[in-house]
């Protein structure tokens, strides 16, 4: 599995480097990036302007769109649910290993 390397800046200013491994089948690890960094910043954009989100509920929304973009995909719903399960997994186990940077805070 090819890894790719990504960097997040949390709200919170925490920095995570994770190395997510990608897919055998991966088409295009430049676009599995920007899809995912349109994602994070789509959600960031909409918390910014509704106001306080519960995590669980962002999680939520998350994991069913994942659910409904393996339906739309023309296969047996058992192997695409299967696939996104599995991915899934891989990221989640991914980003639980990534070290945690917080910011620097103190006095000057």
Known sequence: MRPLPYRVE???GDILDITFPLH???ASPMRVNQLLTAVLDAVDK???ICG???NGDVLQALAM???VRARMIH???D???NLAKMLVDR???AAGEAERAGPESGNA
Do not use: G
Request: net charge negative; hydrophobic share 40%.
């Open 10 to 12: 949390t709200a919170t």
């Open 24 to 26: 055998d089948e991966t």
């Open 46 to 48: 909409d918390i910014n």
């Open 52 to 54: 306080e989100t519960a």
């Open 65 to 67: 769109a994942v659910a």
């Open 75 to 77: 296969a047996p719903a």
């Open 79 to 81: 192997v695409t649910a």
């Open 91 to 93: 990221s989640t186990t």
